[in-house]
């Protein structure tokens, strides 16, 4: 399942380019283009869902490969054993801007608690 006018969908099919650092048969991972932390990679499923909250209900199989490829990429960068933040921002407050599920990959400097 895609959508025309997805940012991210449009990334998954090659159309625009991206920094790919991992990828399955169900996900993509690339390089987030304003990184805000040394490691900042964006983990996705291919299909389209909006949310984490939606992608559970159609399909809660492939949420798990996105959080077991958000894993893969902690380890290849280096991250895993320093510590890492997953976030899934959802909706408008809290500052979803792309609505195709993702995955933010944190890690490569200390962060605060709580977040802004
Ligand atoms: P969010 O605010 O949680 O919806 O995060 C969306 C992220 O997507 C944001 O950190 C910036 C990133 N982003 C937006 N457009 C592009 C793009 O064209 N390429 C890449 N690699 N990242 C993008």
Known sequence: MTEPDCLFCKI?????PADVVH???ATLAFRDLQPQAPVHVLVIPKQHQPTAGALVQTD????????????DVAVSEGVSDSGYRL???????????V????????GGRA???PPG
């Not at 609505?99 to 944190?106: D, G, M, R």
């Open 60 to 71: 809660p199989t492939v949420l798990a490969e996105v959080i077991a490829a958000a894993r």
């Open 99 to 106: 609505f195709h599920v993702h995955v933010h990959v944190l």
């Open 12 to 16: 998954v099919a090659g159309d625009i």
């Open 111 to 113: 962060m605060g608690w």
């Open 23 to 25: 990828e399955t048969a």
């Open 87 to 97: 976030v899934i921002n959802t909706g408008a407050d809290a500052h979803q801007s």
